[in-house]
């Protein structure tokens, strides 16, 4: 099995910890190969939609990231129909986009999102 070597900050390899202890892994690199599987398969379950869809994106980040979220959201004020913002945890906000329209163009805004290393969590939920 080829081994790689990554690079992760205090905070991520604190909840990496946590999540062994709670999940019951075996240590660290099991959880994440069980991420990047579910990268995998959440990209590829994206990449085989098509046509005009539903979806709900749901976006954690920082006040600090507020104007680039906001940035992002006027790129795609085509696509949202509704967009609900919640102040979570200490300086943390949410950002849930309820989306109509093709899905390539959701793809884009969600990668928009995903690419962006100030975001701390983006999911997408589509039909």
């Known amino acids: 099995m080829p081994i790689i070597s990554i690079s992760l900050n205090d905070e991520i390899l604190s ?13 660290r690199s099991e959880i994440i190969r069980a991420g990047l599987r579910t990268l995998i398969s959440e990209e590829k379950q994206r990449s085989n939609l098509s046509g005009l869809i539903h979806a709900i994106l749901m976006v954690v980040h920082d006040e600090e990231s507020e104007q680039i979220v906001t940035g992002i ?18 300086n943390k906000c949410m950002e849930l986009f309820l989306l109509r329209g093709e899905a390539e163009k959701v793809d884009v805004m969600t990668r928009d999102f995903q690419t962006n290393r100030k975001m701390d969590h983006v999911k997408l939920v589509a039909m």
Do not use: A, P, R, V
């Not at 909840?15 to 240590?27: A, N, P």
């Not at 959201?73 to 200490?90: A, F, Q």
């Open 73 to 90: 959201k006027h790129n795609h004020e085509d696509l949202i129909g509704t967009h609900l913002h919640s102040k979570i945890d200490g």
């Open 15 to 27: 909840e990496i910890d946590k999540l062994q202890k709670s999940m019951g892994f075996s240590g």
